[in-house]
């Protein structure tokens, strides 16, 4: 069974920083995309950042120049560097991974860390 773990959520004030990592753990032959997505109250889940097994990236647009996405393959690890945050950065951001494991491909998503950014 593939388990993704996050960690690093919390709050701050707007303009700082935080770093959320997520570690992916179980029986795994190959991760490719990893990524983070977000959701708030009321809204769809969204795209934040993805990162392929070769290192490309891809960013929303709103958190585009001011967040970071990195990945450590060989500890099958991903995060995200968050700079100069906005209150509308606030919700719970969640960890992915396409992941080809024992039962074959599949996505699977990390519990979730609350960020909070006050104004």
């Known amino acids: 069974q593939v388990q993704l773990v996050e960690s690093g959520g919390g709050s701050v004030q707007a303009g700082g920083s935080l770093r959320l990592s997520c570690a992916a753990s179980?029986?795994?032959?190959?991760?490719?995309?990893m990524g983070w997505y977000r959701q708030a109250p009321g809204t769809e889940r969204e795209l934040v950042a993805v990162?392929?097994?070769?290192?490309?990236?891809n960013y929303g647009d709103s958190v585009k120049g001011r967040f970071t996405i990195s990945r450590d393959n060989a500890k099958s690890t991903v995060n995200l560097q968050m700079n100069s945050l906005k209150p509308e950065d606030t919700a719970v951001y969640y960890c992915?991974?396409?992941?080809?494991?024992?039962?074959?491909?599949?996505?699977?998503w990390g519990q979730g860390t609350q960020v909070t950014v006050s104004s």
């Open positions: 992915n991974a396409d992941v080809y494991g024992t039962r074959g491909r599949g996505h699977y």
């Open positions: 179980g029986i795994m032959f190959s991760i490719n995309d």
């Open positions: 990162i392929t097994r070769g290192g490309s990236t």
